[in-house]
């Protein structure tokens, strides 16, 4: 399954992925010497130690100054960025906000690339926040004059169209965030080749992407272009291509997951994701999940055997993934082995390599699939086509004691007239009849009182039988028989 980062981890991510493919640009200068030394902590994710060298670059630039606002506007960005990554949302949202204004106030035009770092700081903060209808403009407007600086296809430009796709994404606007995850898969392909293996990581993430909106066809499109470059360019047991096989299988388990909250992934356009949205849609069953998927996790596994070098998170997902393929599908015999070893490659590996999170991997199911029986929903599976409903109102009356005061009756009482009030209905329906309308089946107080009622709203779904007529399903009048002398 697809893991979801919280927001201020993948904000955070992002930010670090921005850097990075800025370092990995072509000619990337190197850092002015007043800020060398916090680049080395932010390198290694030292939040607290860059934190405070950022602090002490901003107070060595005020107070602001037409020779020192956007240093200072500089340095605060610089400042906002550490904390971001610490997760300090707060914190990051003001050191940004005033770079922005001090960037605005001294950087000449309002076209400037001083504004990029701000405005894009801010908008990952937001976002963060979930605040994603405010970061939206902020990200836009740096994606516009990052493309007046560094060109159309910068590839530093990658963190801004992620985070505006997720963003698009999270207000319901699927459309224009299929628009950014299109762009940044052109962007991939101009800079490193239709054919490179760096191409690989960009067809994850737009795949991941579509996963999330519910297109698991255009999804499995990019995974299976992504599989094709790693297998030919690397090899058939290259490690780079068992991150888009866990997602080719992923998107098979996450549609399984969506059919049972009402929605169909199979759609033949990409709308407005509408949250509060209810589509009506037909469970599909986990027995049943697609064979392709199993192969790709199966292939997954034949690359990680083959790979005793691959790190202890890569081994650790993998089988993890495989065995929760197998619970979905009800088979936890075939699950358990997969689990055995998972918990064999945790016992015996590097503590180094263990994280939190992946000794935590084992400690609770992350994931624990009931389904419904099959005979309680045998009929609310049906097309509407085969069935029509029926309600009915059961209720009870209070009765009276000998000496007039109200009492409820008892719980066995109360169930035995429920059920002889609606054996009459039900026989009716489940003899073909058509009466849509809500019977009252309450049972009056012999006293004449009214009382309290005890009473509920039943539904009842039988299916149509299509080969009898019209009139056939209509109740008819019993005869009476005939005397014999």
């Known amino acids: ?55 002490q670059l901003v107070a060595a630039a005020r107070p602001a100054t037409a020779a020192t606002g956007l240093r200072l506007a500089e340095a605060l960005s610089l400042l906002g960025s550490a904390q971001l990554s610490k997760g300090d949302l707060v914190a990051a949202e003001a050191a940004f906000t ?26 990952y903060t937001l976002a963060a926040e979930g605040r994603h209808d405010r970061a939206i403009p902020y990200l836009d407007r740096a994606l516009l004059l990052s493309r007046r600086s560094a060109g159309l296809f910068d590839i530093s430009q990658q963190g801004l169209l992620r985070q505006l796709a997720a963003s698009q994404r999270a207000v319901g606007s699927a459309p224009e965030g299929e628009r950014h995850m299109l762009y940044l898969r052109r962007l991939g392909e101009h800079a490193y080749g239709a054919n490179d293996p ?30 094709a470059i790693a297998e030919r360019k690397l090899g058939k047991n290259s490690l780079a291509a068992i991150e888009p096989l866990r997602g080719f299988a992923s998107s098979y388990t996450r549609e399984i997951a969506l059919s049972f909250f009402g929605l169909s992934p199979r759609v033949d ?19 049943y999940l697609s064979g392709e998927g199993e192969r790709a996790l199966a292939r997954a596994l034949q690359v990680v055997q083959a790979n005793p070098d691959a790190s202890l998170p890569t081994v650790m997902g993998t089988l993890l993934q495989a065995g929760d393929w ?36 084992l400690s609770f199911p992350v994931q624990i699939f009931y389904p419904t029986p099959p005979i309680a929903t045998r009929n609310l599976n049906r097309p509407a086509t085969e069935t029509v409903d029926h309600f009915v109102l059961d209720g009870d009356r209070c009765r009276r004691d000998r000496q007039g005061r109200q009492r409820a009756p008892g719980r066995t009482g109360r169930r035995r007239t429920a059920r002889r009030a609606l054996s009459p209905a039900l026989r009716r329906w489940q003899a073909g009849g058509d009466d849509r309308r809500g019977l009252s089946t309450g049972v009056q ?30 109740p008819q009048p019993r005869r009476a028989k005939p005397r014999t002398a």
């Open 1 to 55: 399954m697809i893991a979801i980062l919280p927001s201020r981890l993948w904000a955070a991510c992002l930010l670090v992925a921005a850097v990075g493919c800025a370092a990995a640009a072509t000619t990337q200068p190197v850092p002015p010497s007043w800020q060398q030394e916090y680049w080395a902590r932010f390198d290694d994710h030292d939040w607290d130690a860059a934190i405070k060298s950022a602090e």
């Open 98 to 123: 005033e770079a922005l204004q001090l960037a605005e106030q001294h950087g000449g035009s309002r076209s400037s690339a001083a504004l990029i770092d701000p405005l894009r700081g801010l908008g």
């Open 198 to 227: 760096r191409l690989i990581p960009i067809l994850c993430i737009v795949g991941d992407w579509y996963v999330e909106v519910g297109q698991m066809d255009l999804a499995r499109q990019n995974y299976r272009a992504a599989v």
């Open 269 to 287: 356009r990409l709308g407005n994701l509408d949250p509060n949205a209810h589509v009506e849609g037909e469970p599909m069953n986990p027995r």
């Open 326 to 361: 197998f619970v979905m599908k009800l088979q936890p015999e075939k699950a358990m082995p997969y689990y055995e070893h998972a918990a064999q490659a945790l016992a015996t590996a590097d503590p180094t390599q263990a994280t939190p999170e992946i000794n935590a991997a």
């Open 445 to 474: 107080d012999p006293q004449g009182g009214e009382g309290r009622g005890v009473g509920g709203r039943h539904r009842v779904t039988p299916r149509c039988d299509r080969t009898r007529s019209a009139a056939s399903r209509t």
